[in-house]
């Protein structure tokens, strides 16, 4: 994709602040950390979003997960990480490259990832699950 700003990243077109690199991501420090150490890991092959994307090419990437991780905790010495995958608008996606997000978290720090729990009425999640299981 020529006019995508995260395959140019990824592919070393543009400089960034890089953690780590493969043959398949490179991991960069986001620009606008919610915490120090915040980082981003970007495929170097366009896939919009996990709609976009293939079980091989996931599994290649998420490979190195745990690794990038441990290293940002080491480094850190956070109390916890959020690994967390944006898909769409809605969910708060803004660059429409795949990435994941490792945002370092400490006891009682003041970063907001969240919702309200909700619920479900009698038999509605088994249902639920059913129909979502018929879809896989
Ligand atoms: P999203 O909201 O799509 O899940 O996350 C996009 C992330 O990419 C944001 O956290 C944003 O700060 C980061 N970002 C956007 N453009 C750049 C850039 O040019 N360089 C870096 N390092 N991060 C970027
Ligand atoms: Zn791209």
Not at 53 to 71: H, L, Q, R, Y
Not at 104 to 129: F, H, M, T
Request: hydrophobic share 45%.
């Amino acid at each position: 994709m020529d006019d995508c700003i995260f395959c140019k990243i990824a592919n070393g077109d543009i400089p960034s602040a890089t953690i780590y690199e493969d043959r398949n991501v490179r991991v960069i420090l986001d620009i606008a950390p919610a915490a120090k150490g915040h980082a981003i890991m970007i495929p170097k092959t366009h896939m919009a979003d996990i709609f976009d994307a293939d079980a091989e090419t996931i599994s290649k990437i998420s490979a190195a997960i745990p690794m990038v991780a441990s290293a940002i905790k080491k480094e850190l010495g956070c109390d916890g990480i959020n690994i967390l995958q944006n898909n769409g608008a809605a969910a708060g996606q803004t660059v429409n490259h795949l990435h994941i997000h490792f945002i370092p978290r400490y006891n009682n720090d003041n970063v907001k990832i969240g919702w309200e729990q909700g619920s479900y009425a009698d038999g509605e999640a088994a249902e639920l699950a059913k129909k979502i299981a018929s879809r896989v």
